[in-house]
């Protein structure tokens, strides 16, 4: 089983930054692929991005493509969403997520972070 615990919400004005990240402990030797999910209120989880273990594969839901960013750091097993340019719409609760595959179907991930929530204000 995979440990997964995010960091890095808050609140932020638009426009602004923030980044959040998610440790990965236990087996990760069985993780293919990571990935991060918002859920805003009333709305049903969204995918927002994912990387592979190697970081050479990355995808973006269209709605972050050119503002967020995944990467990853091999040494502490945590990766990274580096949002920019940030909009009272992108307001949700973030989640991380390990698979063995590399999905934006949040069925296929297998372990869950706590979720972060982020405050866009206009």
């Known amino acids: 089983q995979v440990q997964l615990v995010e960091s890095g919400g808050g609140l932020v004005q638009a426009g602004g930054s923030l980044t959040l990240s998610c440790a990965a402990s236990?087996?990760?030797?069985?993780?293919?692929?990571m990935g991060w999910f918002r859920q805003a209120p009333g709305k049903e989880r969204a995918f927002v991005g994912a990387?592979?273990?190697?970081?050479?594969?990355?995808m973006y839901a269209d709605s972050v493509k050119d503002r967020f960013t995944i990467y990853r750091d091999n040494a502490k097993n945590t990766w990274y969403l580096q949002m920019n340019s940030l909009k009272p719409e992108d307001t949700a609760v973030y989640y991380c997520?390990?698979?063995?595959?590399?999905?934006?179907?949040?069925?296929?991930?297998?372990?869950w972070g706590q979720g972060t929530q982020v405050t866009v204000s206009s």
């Open positions: 997520a390990v698979g063995p595959g590399f999905y934006s179907d949040s069925t296929r991930y297998e372990s």
């Open positions: 990387i592979n273990w190697g970081g050479t594969y990355t």
């Open positions: 236990g087996r990760t030797f069985s993780i293919y692929a």
